[in-house]
């Protein structure tokens, strides 16, 4: 029979001193912090951006329904 170990294979073991083992938490957590400070900002550039769109699409039908009027 094969011997199986004692745990997964998939399983996180870290190696090192725990010193390292805390600046490598620290990195990852500023990563974590990072990525969602990220995420936020895109969805206010899409909003952001979606309003202007919208802003314009306002003037543009007003400005065509004056030229229409005039004609």
Do not use: C, F
């Amino acid at each position: 029979m094969n011997a199986q170990p004692d745990t997964a294979p998939y399983a996180y073991q870290p190696e090192g001193s725990p010193i390292m083992l805390m600046y490598e938490n620290l990195a990852r957590s500023r990563t974590l912090e990072a990525e969602r400070t990220a995420h936020t900002h895109r969805l206010v550039r899409r909003l952001s951006a979606a309003k202007r769109w919208e802003r314009i699409s306002r003037w543009a039908a007003r400005r065509a329904e004056r030229v229409t009027v005039d004609l």
